[in-house]
């Protein structure tokens, strides 16, 4: 009964906030087995980015997540009031930004949501939500790196007169046996991110403005042929598709997650955090809505299903001429890279994270000390990355990564009420407003749209979840940074 009741302890154990910060401040010991040496040659990030990079990594990891492929799969389920399940995913999205807001301000550490759970509902919870991240950033990036190689193709044919033969564009399931520009791209990608944060972000804001005007360019062109009667069926499947269309875009969102990974390389975290949140939500919204609004009225819903590069093509319908699809599948390209680049970033951060606090190998939160990046940990992910975007079908890998990005929202709600009730008086840097309804409201939504993914979903996530439990008890319980005199924290007392 006594091990029963230790054991309990064990995986109820917080993190105390206070060890959070004094982590990614460089003021607590490195673990056994760590490199030596202070922060920037052992565990600890460099602050090099501000606001608006910040913020451009927001819209980089989500703009253009979903909106440039997810159009083909979500317009079938939903019809026209595609519009209506983006709204949908928005508010949901939008709730749970001011959760994160808040969440990051008081926490500004890397490692999002797993920061934030092992702060306020303990160890083994913490545990569950990184693997729903791992989920969230690895297979959103193998599904981002599987649409990339669809753009490539249309970029190829419109301006070579060439395609890259289907057994090597698309995975098995997709028509082929090995999708090699997605591992290309992927390769690509890890290759910048170890040469530094500093040079990726900047890359990517790049990247971002390039891709805002490609969806601008998209918007303006595809509006002129905009046509009402395309509206007129408008849920032909009813509330079930339009909900439906939207649990599966949700992945869309993941951007204001990667904000948050970001805690310890961002320079006066606890206000850039929460305002680089809000700017990527604004920008994200009204770019998504218009985009679906431009496609559904310029294409009969019916010409979705199974369309690739289905932005680029509609461009070509509607001019007749290819040189708006030619322009917009290279700035695609672009985007792309971008979208990728963001997601295998944010989950290297979390696998550090991670590894500094035990759960995994120490080896994960090793930095290299010539790039400030953990070069390590960035080509394990990359190699993962690779392997599902060159095997796993695009359908499968959209569903999961929502699913995963539900679960961490929901948690994220609740680490809110949690945090504040525990430490109310932990300096804040912005505080959700009409709390409690709105970290409440923003459960419910997370709860409603996790209800309508597909039952194929839930076992992929529960064989993911019963592998976390044998990596947890048979590695992470034992070798938890928590675990020593240091660290040791009761699950009843406040942190």
């Not at 079938?76 to 949901?92: H, N, Y």
């Not at 990517?204 to 005007?213: D, S």
Request: some cysteine.
């Amino acid at each position: 009964m006594a091990s029963t009741t230790d054991l309990g302890r064990q995986v109820l154990r917080r993190k105390p906030v206070a060890a959070l910060l004094a982590e990614s401040e460089g003021r607590e010991p490195l673990p056994t087995g760590a490199p030596e040496g202070g922060g920037r040659s052992g565990i600890h990030l460099r602050r090099s980015i501000g606001l608006w990079q910040l913020s451009a990594i927001g819209i980089g990891a989500t703009v253009g997540t979903g909106i440039f492929f997810v159009l083909s799969d979500a317009v079938p389920q939903a019809g026209p009031a595609v519009i209506v399940s983006f709204l949908l995913a928005a508010v949901t999205a939008g709730l749970t930004a001011l959760c994160y807001a808040e969440m990051a301000s008081a926490i500004p550490v890397s490692g999002s949501s797993y920061s934030y759970a092992y702060a306020t509902m303990g160890e083994v919870v913490a545990f569950g939500v990184g693997v729903c991240l791992l989920l969230e950033y690895g297979v959103s990036a193998s599904a981002i790196a599987v649409s990339w190689g669809e753009y490539l193709n249309k970029f190829a044919d419109l301006v070579l007169g060439v395609r890259i033969p289907a057994a090597l564009a698309d995975p098995p399931g997709g028509g082929g046996y090995f999708n090699l520009p997605a591992v290309i791209l992927v390769a690509m990608v890890v290759t910048l991110l170890i040469r530094g944060v500093s040079e990726s972000v900047k890359v990517n804001t790049v990247m971002v403005a390039i891709k805002i005007a490609i969806l601008v360019l998209f918007v303006a062109i595809g509006l002129t042929g905009f046509q009402a009667d395309n509206l007129s069926n408008f849920a032909p499947h009813g509330w079930g598709g339009v909900s439906a269309a939207a649990s599966s875009i949700f992945f869309s969102f993941i951007g204001l997650d990667a904000v948050s990974t970001a805690g310890e390389e961002v320079k006066n975290p606890r206000r850039t955090l929460p305002m680089a949140i809000i700017i990527a939500l604004l920008v994200v919204t009204l770019l998504y809505v218009a985009v679906a609004i431009t496609a559904v009225g310029a294409q009969p819903w019916q010409d979705f299903e199974g369309q690739k590069a289905g932005l680029a093509q509609i461009l070509q319908d509607v001019t007749g001429q290819t040189w708006p699809a030619t322009v917009f599948a290279l700035g695609a390209i672009v985007s792309i890279f971008s979208i990728t680049l963001v997601v295998i970033y944010g989950q290297t951060r979390i696998l550090y994270s991670m590894g500094r606090d035990g759960m995994l190998p120490q080896r994960f939160a090793s930095v290299s000390p010539r790039t400030g990046t953990p070069v390590w940990n960035t080509l394990v992910v990359g190699a993962g990355v690779a392997l599902l975007a060159a095997f796993v079908p695009l359908d499968v890998l959209t569903d999961l990564t929502s699913l995963g990005t539900l679960v961490a929202f929901s948690v994220v709600s609740i680490g809110v009420m949690v945090l504040r009730r525990t430490q109310p008086d932990l300096p804040r840097g912005f505080k959700v407003p009409l709390f409690p309804v709105v970290p409440l409201a923003s459960l419910g939504f997370c709860i409603y749209l996790i209800k309508g993914l597909h039952g194929t979903t839930f076992a992929a996530f529960g064989v993911a979840l019963a592998l976390a439990a044998v990596v947890y008890f048979g590695y992470s319980v034992k070798h938890s940074r928590l675990a020593g005199a240091a660290f040791d924290q009761a699950p009843t007392g406040d942190n």
